[in-house]
């Protein structure tokens, strides 16, 4: 292991080897576990870097539980860890500008995040200080490498741009669950960094989880319940049947306005934009707006007894019937796969 | 204590999207704008929640926009804010709207800056950290709750799975969503008083995006769905096992 001292005061003192070309990916934690959008956006950076014929490098800011040599798994060759000076707060202007100084280090060219609630907070900061085009909620590769230009979803879902950057530098963020994970089997060199004792302004007094529950927008399976389902009371629809399949849970707005359920569960346009493999909705009629958060995911079910709902336009598989009674069948017939 | 309030202009939630010009240029012909949600619904509705608390707080809204952005400033003004401030440019990226802010944020030496989480048209998320990175101060997104008090900031925040609380010291960038505030509608009185409210137009500042939309495209229609007869529930489970190959 090499060690390097790292500043976040005077970045420029890393304008070195700014010659050589890299992809830097910023590995974001999840109590000192690396989140799976991160490991999306992993081999999201090593297939770009391949593409460009340039190393694939990671950064890793805060403590961590892991191996980080096993990212190698992933592509990179090289994880960059700075573990202290408090980085386990979560401060984005100490956050970015030690990325930033790293970019610079190593010469990198693109920097991914994943679009995750801390990925989309330091994109932007990072842009600005590399003076790099930033895209956000990115779904695919380049297609060419002349020319950078890569898709992303606008309108809330409901179109898809095409956007090229302009600048040498890049910064994207990678939208969770659009990016397939390949585990191969390499190992990555780990060189850790240190960097002055806390001078962030940020402080964190507390944090509250929910805990037990798959985080929304990572989730590939969910099971989504609205009006239809008449009351909070009747949630155990839901819950019985995203416990057998391991699904998240959520919830039209309606439901959310209604306080049956948390915010934190709403999808739609307002709410969260979700693009999971499997959306199951139950009593959800498919009001435009909440087919806008949804209508990314790769399979859609509709349970609805009214057969007019908008929502089935837009599904894969519908059941025109009444939940209270389909919902205890369907459970019953996935609680008998699932014991085989 | 001053407070700035980032507002956009976005089509409706039930506009009809559709492109011309090429898949180059969103038709806007019949569209109804309105404030993006999330900085009317949270950011602007918390702003006017704070100044009713303190009425000496001065809360100013700031837009990057063509004359035809107005019509949305007036109605955020009929919600409350003390003056508007419209930076004539239609902006080609985030950066280059952000940079149109952040130049405003530093005439008007603001301690609070406040967004929505993102726009429904365009669910960049990026203003609130372009505009505290060109400023050089903190910034903490997607907020849930805010207070502030002698020259810091209590913000709540949500993190995957629950939610986490900073303090921060002024001048900070906050994103809003829900959770914030609850919305509001504007009142007859907040309406009339909105038409002599200043509204200040800028000259924009010179700098050129660093992105371009090429083009867009809409999403493939589906084929159509399959479905399954309400007696034979389990048919589902056995599609999903076996053709959709999902569960």
Known sequence: MRKRELSDKSPDNFLTNSIAMAVLTYVDLNEGLVRKSSLEALCYGSQLAERFGCPSEAIVLGSVSIDLAELGAYGVTRVHHVADGGLDVFDTRRHASIVAAMARAIGATTVVLSHSLNGRALGPRLSVRLQAGYVSGVTSLPEETEQFIIKRNVFSGKAQAEVSILSPVRVLTLQPNAFGIRRGAGQAEVITGTTPEDSGRVHHLETRKVTGSIPLGEAELVISGGRGLKGPEHWGLVEDLAGLIGAATACSRAVADAHWRPHHEHVGQTGLAIAPNLYFAIGISGAIQHLAGVNRSKVIVVINKDPEAPFFKAADYGIVGDAFEVMPRIIAAVRRLKAV | ?247
């Not at chain 2, 409706?12 to 019949?30: L, P």
């Open chain 2, 1 to 247: 204590m001053k407070i700035l309030v980032c507002i956009s202009r976005t089509p409706d939630t039930t506009a009809k999207i559709a492109f011309t010009e090429n898949s180059t240029k969103f038709v806007s012909e019949g569209v109804q704008w309105i404030i993006n949600p999330y900085d009317e619904w949270y950011a602007l509705v918390r702003a006017i929640e704070m100044k009713e608390k303190d009425p000496s707080m001065l809360v100013h809204l700031v837009t990057v926009g063509a004359v035809d952005t107005e019509p949305v400033i007036r109605k955020a003004l009929a919600l409350g804010g003390d003056e508007a401030i419209r930076v004539d440019a239609e902006p080609g990226d985030a950066y280059q709207a952000s940079c149109m802010i952040a130049e405003v944020a530093r005439q008007g030496g603001y301690d609070l800056i406040l967004t929505g989480k993102e726009t429904i048209d365009q669910n960049g998320s990026a203003v609130a950290g372009m505009v505290a990175e060109l400023l050089d101060v903190d910034m903490v997104s997607l907020a849930v709750a805010l207070e502030c008090s002698e020259g810091k900031a209590k913000v709540t925040r949500e993190i995957e799975g629950g939610e986490e609380v900073y303090e921060v010291p002024l001048p900070v960038v906050i994103s809003c969503q829900k959770g914030m505030a609850e919305a509001r509608i504007p009142n007859m009185r907040g309406i009339m008083a909105a038409r002599t409210k200043p509204l200040r137009v800028v000259a924009p500042t010179a700098v050129l995006p660093l992105t371009v939309t090429e083009r867009y495209a809409l999403p493939a229609a589906k084929v159509g769905v399959k479905l399954v007869a309400a007696d034979q529930p389990e048919e589902l489970v056995r599609l999903l096992h076996e053709e959709a190959r999902i569960i």
